[in-house]
């Protein structure tokens, strides 16, 4: 038996819709994102950069990024309650997981939103 002591008071519920809206949302932006590369066949760096300075398209990378961030936290931490036993290597490794997410996450909010 698996113990709850990273579960941090989720339930299966929530983890479930965490993993379905944040699938959707990464869906449309995935499609999204092709299209507009098959629409603009002779992309240049004036074009991509403007679709990125728009105010609009920084909030819908922003929420793609987020919606990355839970996905893969949901999904990592159910397969490391899964396949690792041990409580201190389970929390060592979802420790690990924490930080690289929330690194990539502040990376991207970074290069998003930065000069």
Same mark, same amino acid.
């Given at each position: 038996?698996?113990?709850?002591?990273?579960?941090?008071?989720?339930?299966?519920?929530?983890?479930?819709?965490?993993?379905?809206?944040? &699938?959707?949302?990464?869906? /449309?932006?995935?499609?999204?994102?092709?299209?507009?590369? @098959?629409?603009?066949? +002779?992309?240049?760096? %004036?074009?991509?950069?403007?679709?990125?300075?728009?105010?609009?398209?920084?909030?819908?990378?922003?929420?793609?990024?987020?919606?990355? &961030?839970?996905?893969?936290? /949901?999904?990592?931490?159910?397969?490391?309650?899964?396949? @690792?036993?041990?409580? +201190?290597?389970?929390? %060592?490794?979802?420790?690990?997981?924490?930080?690289?997410?929330?690194?990539?996450?502040?990376?991207?909010?970074?290069?998003?939103?930065? &000069?």
């Amino acid at each position: 038996m698996v113990t709850n002591i990273t579960n941090l008071g989720r339930s299966g519920l929530s983890d479930w819709l965490i993993q379905r809206v944040s &699938a959707i949302i990464l869906a /449309v932006y995935a499609v999204f994102m092709v299209l507009y590369l @098959l629409f603009h066949p +002779g992309l240049d760096y %004036a074009t991509w950069s403007g679709l990125f300075s728009q105010t609009w398209m920084r909030i819908f990378s922003l929420l793609a990024f987020i919606s990355i &961030a839970a996905h893969a936290w /949901v999904g990592l931490w159910t397969v490391s309650t899964d396949y @690792l036993k041990q409580t +201190g290597a389970r929390f %060592a490794f979802q420790a690990v997981v924490m930080l690289a997410i929330f690194v990539f996450l502040v990376w991207g909010v970074q290069v998003l939103w930065g &000069a």
